[in-house]
């Protein structure tokens, strides 16, 4: 039986798009030494990216829950991380972020592929793609949606910045008017 | 059958200066009676795998404990997996199983009707699975899981009942936090 060595899998760095990355060099200058993760299509080029960086440290977990718990578990322990998800996972994180990171102020940046928006093909993206704002609204969270590559650096370390110095998450929400629309077939 | 007290009790005179992250519920209530600053009292059910994961993460010299029940640890199952296959060796997973939620009325958890905690922890990854039914067995696998060097869950069958909830800790949230960073210099 093959074992797959690479947390992100069959993606590699060196072809991964300029707003990829900007984004792991964005949380990296912000501090940010961990990257936790449900591996994800759109993310997959940026993952690659941040398992290649010898500063970052890239856990894969199996459900967005836990990525909360790792993440506060992480700042406990001292060290800064980011959660990098896709829309429909922000959905299998909120009591964990109500009732864990929100109430002990755990900061961290919660990076989230939009899908659902320009071009979806999938039916199941639709709903969940499109409540995320509203999700995190209602959990008081505070987040930008960035569409635009020169958007990506300024925003990024902007969001964490903030997120680090008030001590509560943040929502980065990728449009995929940035990160391209979802061809069929992958994923 | 154990005494989640007494065993816990064990836990915090073995755990000399290592993390220990409790569950909400009964594991909370009764690491509470022990409080030290690096004691971390998760307020999310099923979340305390996954904090204790993260503190392994960031401190791999020290040994984390996780206090754990099974109606916690079936929530988040796939944090098991995760625990015993992400590469970290410095976690010792309790699990305090009375086969009950207990603080909802007692409504059986499935290892009541036969699952196996410790066959699960075992067939996720972890080197050392072991269920316990006395103290003495518990203070065994524990001495030898603190003075290990590979991923260890015990399973302690406990009697049912509620802690004994003596004193709230009058502990913040955020000043739990701050506390159990601090107490890392």
């Known amino acids: 039986m093959a074992l797959v060595s690479s947390a992100a899998g069959r993606y590699s760095a060196d072809a991964a798009p300029p707003w990829a990355r900007d984004l792991i060099?964005?949380?990296?200058?912000?501090?940010?030494?961990?990257?936790?993760?449900?591996?994800?299509?759109?993310?997959?080029?940026?993952?690659?990216?941040?398992?290649?960086?010898?500063?970052?440290?890239?856990?894969?977990?199996?459900?967005?829950?836990?990525?909360?718990?790792?993440?506060?578990?992480?700042?406990?322990?001292?060290q800064r991380g980011a959660m990098v998800i896709q829309s429909s996972g922000l959905g299998n994180t909120l009591n964990a972020l109500g009732s864990l990171a929100l109430v002990g102020r755990f900061p961290f940046p919660i990076v989230v592929a939009l899908r659902g928006e320009l071009g979806e093909w999938n039916p199941a993206q639709f709903s969940m793609g499109r409540a995320v704002p509203g999700?995190?609204?209602?959990?008081?969270?505070?987040?930008?949606?960035?569409?635009?590559?020169?958007?990506?650096?300024?925003?990024?370390?902007?969001?964490?910045?903030?997120?680090?110095?008030?001590?509560e998450p943040i929502g980065i929400l990728l449009s995929a008017q940035l990160t391209g629309s979802r061809v069929r077939g992958e994923g | 059958m154990i005494d989640r007290r007494?065993?816990?009790?064990?836990?915090?005179?073995?755990?000399?200066?290592?993390?220990?992250?409790?569950?909400?519920?009964?594991?909370?209530?009764?690491?509470?009676?022990?409080?030290r600053p690096r004691n971390y009292y998760v307020s999310a059910m099923g979340m305390a795998s996954s904090v204790g994961l993260g503190v392994a993460i960031a401190r791999?010299?020290?040994?984390?404990?996780?206090?754990?029940?099974?109606?916690?640890?079936?929530?988040n199952l796939s944090s098991l997996a995760t625990e015993g296959t992400v590469g970290v060796r410095n976690l010792v997973h309790v699990i305090w199983d009375n086969s009950r939620l207990e603080i909802t009325g007692g409504q059986p958890t499935p290892t009541a009707r036969g699952a196996d905690l410790?066959?699960?922890?075992k067939a996720s990854g972890f080197a050392n699975?072991?269920?316990?039914?006395?103290?003495?067995?518990?203070?065994?696998?524990?001495a030898r899981a603190m003075s290990g060097s590979d991923l260890w869950a015990i399973v302690a069958r406990i009697n049912p009942g509620n802690a004994r909830r003596e004193a709230d800790l009058r502990l913040g949230f955020v000043q739990m936090r701050d506390r159990f960073v601090a107490s890392f210099g």
């Not at chain 1, 940026?46 to 700042?75: H, K, M, Q, S």
């Not at chain 1, 209602?138 to 903030?162: M, N």
């Not at chain 2, 699975?129 to 065994?140: H, N, Q, Y």
């Open chain 1, 25 to 78: 060099a964005a949380l990296k200058a912000s501090g940010v030494t961990n990257i936790v993760t449900v591996p994800d299509s759109v993310f997959g080029p940026a993952l690659a990216v941040a398992e290649a960086d010898p500063d970052i440290r890239l856990t894969a977990v199996n459900r967005e829950e836990e990525a909360v718990g790792v993440l506060c578990g992480l700042y406990l322990g001292g």
């Open chain 1, 135 to 167: 999700c995190l609204d209602a959990l008081r969270i505070r987040h930008h949606t960035i569409s635009h590559l020169e958007d990506v650096t300024p925003v990024v370390q902007g969001a964490a910045t903030t997120c680090f110095h008030m001590e």
């Open chain 2, 6 to 35: 007494e065993a816990t009790k064990v836990v915090v005179e073995l755990a000399g200066d290592n993390p220990i992250v409790g569950s909400i519920g009964n594991p909370n209530t009764d690491l509470g009676a022990f409080d």
């Open chain 2, 60 to 75: 791999p010299n020290q040994r984390v404990i996780v206090l754990d029940g099974d109606g916690a640890i079936f929530m």
């Open chain 2, 118 to 121: 410790a066959g699960i922890a």
């Open chain 2, 129 to 142: 699975a072991v269920t316990v039914e006395t103290l003495e067995d518990f203070r065994a696998a524990f």
